[in-house]
């Protein structure tokens, strides 16, 4: 300590001014370099995350709005009344082209049938499946599939049950 304060004062008065200002500088920007750069950084990406979350939010707000209109659709989609349901398997089937390939419509309860049918295209079979339940709330309960005699066809039997009773 005693060699430093001897270098010290030996030094010109305007190199001890320039060293002290130097050191001044050199220990702000270690200063800044060790802390304040990688705080800035870090404030900078939880603003980006808080951006992406609060984007992620609206996003879930209007999937939530779409679900409770697409439920309240569904509570005031038309019912299909049990004593009708035989009509409304043959009617919405000729709708969607797959009336011709059921063989045999039985009443199987108080609330569904069973139908049979033989080389419908499966695609379409989806498709009117998926009509009745969304649009009518008749869903499929059961059934027994296999392939068809061509690709993308089968034949098998459905139980349609649906959950309205008038």
């Known amino acids: 300590m005693i060699l430093l304060k001897q270098w010290w004062q030996q030094l010109s008065k305007r190199e001890q001014v320039l060293l002290t200002f130097?050191?001044?500088?050199?220990?702000?920007l270690m200063y800044y370099a060790i802390f304040?750069?990688?705080?800035?950084?870090?404030?900078?990406?939880?603003?980006?995350?808080?951006?992406?979350?609060?984007?992620?939010?609206?996003?879930?707000?209007?999937?939530?709005?779409?679900?409770?209109?697409?439920?309240?659709?569904?509570?005031?989609?038309?019912?299909?009344?049990?004593?009708?349901?035989?009509?409304?398997?043959?009617?919405?089937?000729?709708?969607?082209?797959?009336?011709?390939a059921i063989q045999r419509v039985r009443p199987d309860s108080e609330r569904s049938v069973r139908l049979w049918f033989s080389q419908v295209p499966f695609p379409k079979l989806l498709q009117w499946l998926d009509t009745i339940d969304r649009d009518y709330g008749v869903y499929m309960e059961s059934s027994q599939l296999q392939r068809g005699d061509a690709p993308g066809l089968v034949e098998g039997q459905l139980k349609l049950t649906t959950a309205t009773l008038e």
């Open 22 to 28: 130097g050191g001044f500088v050199a220990v702000n």
């Open 36 to 100: 304040l750069a990688p705080l800035s950084e870090s404030i900078e990406r939880q603003k980006r995350q808080i951006a992406a979350q609060r984007n992620e939010l609206h996003q879930l707000d209007i999937l939530g709005q779409q679900a409770i209109a697409l439920r309240q659709q569904k509570r005031t989609r038309p019912s299909t009344p049990v004593g009708n349901m035989l009509r409304f398997v043959d009617r919405s089937a000729r709708e969607h082209g797959i009336a011709s």
